[in-house]
């Protein structure tokens, strides 16, 4: 054969690659001292440091090269070859992503609990960092637990006790609670507010970050948390009340990676789709003042793992009665955590707008109110809320998912935004239900009416940007298969929080004031989503404006400054480049976090 050019690749980090020519004196006998299998191995030992090179497959189509045949029908000029340490092909493979029929689209029903060996795995991280230990517990899970079809390993993908954080598993006829952990209902939503940007910049966003204040402890009494967790369905009273011992943490925050931020809309570019639509009275626009809370179900939702997880049980049975009584509670924690991201709003906005009747509900006081007033403060809120999504989650739908189409719907529902596409399942042929298992992913459309997300938050951590996505559906991906119908929920840690408690803690030995001022943002983004740097030391970018200052952190926990620094985590403009070099998403805008909450010791 002539000398062949060839590209080898990490079968489990697709982003570090390196060039390799093949002589023409080169075995396609894979068992041969000098055969092209042997230099391929070579070469990822040596320029990619894989220390057990063992398995190699054709990118694309996932076959494994085992045979001199394989090699003499797959070698030709500039095809790339994985190569892994022992683990299966990671990626989607050529024809699935376009809907085509296959092994995995409809899966099976695995009565008996077996393992799904055929499961395809779709990995979208090339740019962004990934930690191998995440990419084994993702291929793990995918083959070892029953019913799962489809696995994707989204950009932020970072390894979880047992379970990776920034996945999507979608299973057929099984749900497995640990794949969404114990913070069921996670997520954050963006409110509105009536500050300008002047009230924020500089200085200012100090005396903002000063009149944060009484956000911790019990809000009110348990009779008015029961009535901010109560709707009317039909005219009669729903409570979505866990009980007074979880109730008391309604309306807080948390630990954790947990926030509340007052940012500043820095560019945006409003979706087509959102303008032709003509309702865009809850969209954002640029120079607003937004609030984004990212908060869940507090220990309600842990609870609910708990006692469902019982004696090591991982996976229940669609058929199993129990699997009911879990959606049962795990709606009700996901209703529970989307009623304490409204209540954290309502606090806040009381004390960035004093004065505000709207927002009176939100000081802690002990007088009578009465179910007028809250619902009144609800739908002030309503009309305040952008976008609210949960990323920590188990959602039914028909699978594989449709392209979409057109409609003219009326909608007003605050957590679409947008009313003109929907997914196209009105056939439902070679379509099957599944669930779809979120830890750290957000989701593409809304779960109750399959209505496409218009934006969705992608942030970075405090001082860093967050962007402004806007998921997209093509054959290209399956309408939605290549995702997971999910999307990065953030930028996913870089390192562990011990290893940020001490590494990040020893960098800013006495100097720990610098973190709570934040960072500089210094980038912007151009509408395809690629990151603008600055072109100057003094401060110049190219197509973009100058962006100076920090972001004022109020954290009084000092194992929070450190494990939550903004170097604990990934950059999210790496994270944002690979999903919209994958086609699921492209970026429409960013925003600047000018204060940032974590905690008081109030």
């Known amino acids: 054969m002539p000398t062949t050019r060839i590209t080898v690749a990490l079968n489990s980090k697709q982003s570090q690659k390196a060039p390799l020519l093949l002589p023409p004196t080169a075995n396609l006998e894979p068992s041969a001292s000098d055969s092209c299998r042997a230099l391929v191995i070579k070469a990822a030992q040596s320029k990619l440091r894989l220390k057990k090179a063992s398995r190699i497959y054709v990118a694309g189509t996932g076959q494994e090269l085992l045979e001199e045949g394989d090699w003499r029908n797959v070698l030709r000029d500039d095809v790339l070859l994985l190569v892994s340490a022992g683990e299966e092909y990671v990626g989607l493979r050529r024809g699935e992503g376009a809907g085509v029929k296959s092994d995995w689209t409809l899966g099976g029903d695995q009565p008996d609990g077996r393992s799904s060996q055929n499961c395809s795995i779709s990995i979208l991280a090339q740019t962004a960092s990934v930690d191998p230990l995440s990419l084994t517990q993702v291929e793990t899970t995918a083959h070892t637990l029953p019913g799962i079809i489809h696995a994707v390993a989204q950009p932020d993908l970072h390894p979880g006790t047992k379970f990776p954080i920034g996945a999507v598993f979608v299973s057929k006829g099984w749900i497995h609670p640990p794949l969404i952990g114990g913070d069921i209902g996670c997520g954050m939503a963006w409110y509105k507010s009536k500050l300008f940007r002047g009230q924020v ?20 009494t348990q009779e008015d948390r029961i009535r901010w967790l109560s709707d009317d369905i039909c005219g009669q009273e729903s409570s979505l009340s866990a009980g007074e011992g979880w109730d008391r943490s309604l309306g807080t925050i948390g630990a954790g990676n947990h926030f509340a931020e007052v940012q500043v809309v820095e560019a945006y570019t409003s979706p087509t789709l959102a303008r032709e639509s003509g309702d865009e ?36 049975h669609e058929s199993d009665p129990k699997a009911i009584e879990y959606m049962g509670e795990h709606e009700r924690a996901c209703g529970w955590a989307k009623k304490n991201r409204d209540l954290i709003a309502l606090r806040f906005l009381a004390c960035l707008e004093p004065g505000d009747d709207a927002w009176e509900l939100g000081v802690n006081d002990s007088s009578q109110t009465s179910a007028e007033a809250i619902s009144t403060a609800k739908a002030n809120l309503h009309q305040r809320k952008v976008v609210d999504i949960w990323h920590n989650n188990v959602e039914k739908v028909l699978w594989p998912p449709k392209p979409p189409r057109s409609i ?18 009105a056939s439902n042929e070679e379509q099957s239900t599944v669930y779809i298992h979120r830890k750290g992913a957000a989701p593409t459309q ?11 938050p992608l942030p970075g951590s405090r001082g860093t940007p967050t962007i402004i996505l806007h998921p997209t559906f093509s054959e290209s991906t399956g309408w939605g298969v290549k995702n997971g119908l999910s999307l990065a929920h953030g930028a996913g840690r ?23 001022r934040g960072g500089d943002a210094g980038k912007t983004i151009n509408a395809a989503g690629n990151k603008i740097p600055q072109s100057s030391p003094n401060g110049g970018n190219v197509g973009g404006e100058a962006i100076h200052g920090g972001t004022w952190v109020v954290c009084e926990e000092k194992s929070l400054v450190w494990e939550e620094a903004p170097e604990a985590y990934k950059d999210v403009y790496t994270v944002c480049e690979d999903l919209v070099r994958e086609g699921v998403a492209v970026a429409v805008g960013w925003c600047r976090a000018r204060v940032s909450y974590k905690v008081r010791n109030e």
């Not at 910049?201 to 009110?220: C, H, N, S, T």
């Open 494 to 516: 870089a390192m562990s929080r011990a290893k940020a408690a001490t590494w990040v803690a020893q960098k800013y030995k006495g100097r720990a004031e610098d973190l709570l």
């Open 201 to 220: 910049e500089g200085d200012k966003g100090r005396r903002v970050a000063e009149k944060l204040r009484g956000l911790e402890g019990a809000w009110r």
């Open 408 to 425: 003219n719907s009326n909608s007003n529902s605050n957590d679409l935004n947008l009313t003109t596409s929907t997914l196209n399942i």
């Open 446 to 456: 809304n779960p109750a009416t399959s209505v496409p997300l218009s934006i969705l």
């Open 281 to 316: 009275g809850h969209m954002l626009r640029e120079g607003d003042v937004v609030l984004l809370v990212h908060s869940g179900s507090r220990g309600y939702g842990g609870d609910i793992l708990k006692r469902y997880t019982a004696g090591g049980k991982v996976s229940i």
